[in-house]
């Protein structure tokens, strides 16, 4: 016999029971705002991961554990009478409803653009209809800097990013990749000589201002560096595994191995994965028939 279906009043409802000082449980009961602030970022992270994995059967937990935090703060906002799930649906679905003209002409739900495919509709178009919108919102919340409501709490990289492409936006840009890549170069000399200075303050200060420039060279690339990193770090991880198992295998103990005989192994890890990457690009790519080979 097949389990009842929950619906998401259910979820709301049970929130609301998780909550209760009477009845409810006294490790949600506890939490409050800041509290769950963690939680949201780990969840955040967690949903990327199980896509970049493609574990596709893992993300409907994954994206439920993302909503319970949404349910959190509704039911927060709730008790103290601020706002409640619904309004949080309200204002979620006017906003998109005000920034999407291109697809609801008139601002409602019901309408629809007509004798125009959304391949037809001019993206640059879109995009700029899109930031001049964020702008009269910032603008309507005093918030006059192209710099606000860049969230302080988003990773560094990911934050790097956006405050660059925001003065990027408006002419605070170098003219061409080339420009990005000099100002790494002059990054690396100043990082060096701070090194040469025994000055370990100003070496600090040097490698985010190396670091800010890496990430100005993904966004001028259209690379996202969070992504850029996370797969470096999964490339890092690999062969390093690889190198444990290798020195397992002889008997050696990683801490007695040195360095070069775990390089030997590093370059054997890499050298691997470039031949598969060989082998997958050879399987992808058509070959063409010879003039005498049957088509069919």
């Known amino acids: 016999m097949s389990r009842q279906r929950y619906e998401l009043d259910d979820l709301l409802t049970l929130m609301a029971v998780l909550r209760d000082p009477e009845q409810g449980c006294p490790w949600d009961v506890k939490q409050d705002w800041d509290s769950i602030v963690p939680h949201t970022l780990e969840e955040a992270y967690e949903v990327a991961d199980a896509i970049e994995r493609r574990a596709f059967d893992e993300l409907p937990g994954e994206l439920g554990d993302l909503l319970f935090q949404v349910i959190y703060y509704s039911q ?142 993904a966004r001028t690339l259209d690379a996202d560096p969070e992504r850029c990193l996370r797969a470096t770090n999964a490339k890092f ?18 801490a007695e191995a040195g360095l070069s005989r775990m390089e030997r192994h590093w370059q054997v890890a890499k050298q ?13 790519t058509p070959t063409s028939s010879s003039e005498g080979e049957s088509r069919s």
């Open 272 to 284: 691997r994965e470039v031949d598969q990457q060989d082998v997958c690009q050879q399987e992808t």
């Open 76 to 217: 927060f906002g709730a008790e103290q009478g601020r706002f409640d799930f619904h309004d949080v649906v309200d204002v979620l679905t006017a906003k998109m409803l005000k920034r999407h003209p291109h697809v609801f002409p008139d601002g409602t739900l019901a309408s629809r653009r007509e004798n125009l495919s959304a391949a037809e509709v001019q993206t640059h178009q879109v995009h700029s209809r899109w930031e001049a919108l964020k702008a009269e919102e910032r603008d309507a919340r005093e918030a006059r800097s192209v710099l606000a409501d860049v969230p302080l709490n988003l990773p560094a990289l990911s934050r790097a990013a956006k405050l660059s492409k925001r003065a990027a936006r408006v002419g605070f840009d170098w003219p061409d990749t080339r420009g990005v890549i000099d100002k790494l170069r002059e990054e690396l000399d100043e990082v060096a000589e701070a090194l040469d200075a025994g000055d370990h303050e100003h070496v600090r200060e040097e490698i985010g201002d190396l670091l800010f420039a890496t990430v100005n060279l």
């Open 237 to 254: 991880e690999r062969r390093f595994r690889h190198v444990e198992s290798a020195l397992a295998e002889e008997g050696v103990p990683l």
